[in-house]
């Protein structure tokens, strides 16, 4: 089992629909969790951070997390087209290191 | 104007050269990172530093070198060692451990 796992997709969606991204991780003492944006040719970006289990809200951008599954998943409302890029789930394990998903392609189709 | 500065952002070496990539940070941060991504693949540890004279080896270690004489400055060095050099690379900084990292734009290396 992959230590962080991701769909890789490509996921498509509709602009102005709500785009679902999942990730699930296998260290259940696992206490920190990123949401990092890569568009093509270009570094991560770091866009939501959540450490407590329920929900995180910043914009259009919901994060959400529960630790009993061991699944955080994030939200994007009202896509938009620059809103394509892969999405890289992240979560620190172990010692203090950051381990990354394989990441999620993700279209919006105008 | 706070952030992480990597150089050159292309880079191209003959297989056999040691090469070195360099990273700075001006955010005041104490952690600093290396990864390394291929294509379609999510990023790999090579090395990270938790502070000024220390430094652990990540996942895929074998065939770089860092060293982190200042709390601004984490250089990589590829060396010859590395099978498989020709990849972008990653340098990351957190305030410490368990928060946030902030990447630098990346360099991309091509040895042929």
């Known amino acids: 089992q992959k230590e962080v796992e991701q769909n890789s997709g490509p996921l498509s969606v509709p602009e102005g629909a709500i785009a679902s991204l999942n990730c699930t991780y296998s260290?259940?003492?696992?206490?920190?969790f990123f949401w990092y944006r890569q568009y093509s040719g270009k570094s991560p970006e770091l866009i939501m951070s959540?450490?407590?289990?329920g929900d995180k809200e910043d914009g259009r951008f919901t994060a959400q997390l529960n630790k009993a599954s061991q699944y955080v998943s994030l939200l994007i409302r009202d896509s938009q087209p620059s809103d394509s890029a892969t999405y890289l789930c992240?979560?620190?394990?172990?010692?203090?290191?950051?381990?990354f998903g394989q990441g999620t392609r993700l279209t919006i189709n105008p | 104007d706070g952030g992480i500065t990597q150089s050159p952002k292309y880079l191209f070496r003959k297989e056999g050269q040691n090469v070195t990539l360099s990273c700075e940070q001006n955010?005041?941060?104490?952690?600093m990172y290396w990864y390394r991504q291929d294509p379609g693949q999510g990023l790999r540890l090579i090395y990270y530093?938790?502070?000024?004279?220390?430094?652990q080896k990540g996942d895929i270690a074998e065939g770089y070198s860092v060293s982190r004489e200042k709390k601004e400055s984490f250089p990589l060095t590829v060396t010859s060692a590395q099978k498989n050099p020709t990849a972008f690379y990653l340098c990351?900084?957190?305030?410490?451990?368990?928060?946030?990292?902030?990447f630098g734009p990346g360099t991309r290396l091509t040895v042929t």
């Open positions: 959540i450490y407590s289990n």
């Open positions: 530093s938790q502070i000024v004279n220390d430094f």
């Open positions: 990351a900084s957190s305030l410490q451990g368990l928060y946030e990292q902030y």
């Open positions: 260290d259940r003492g696992s206490q920190s």
């Open positions: 955010l005041n941060h104490d952690a």
């Open positions: 992240a979560v620190i394990q172990g010692a203090q290191k950051l381990v």
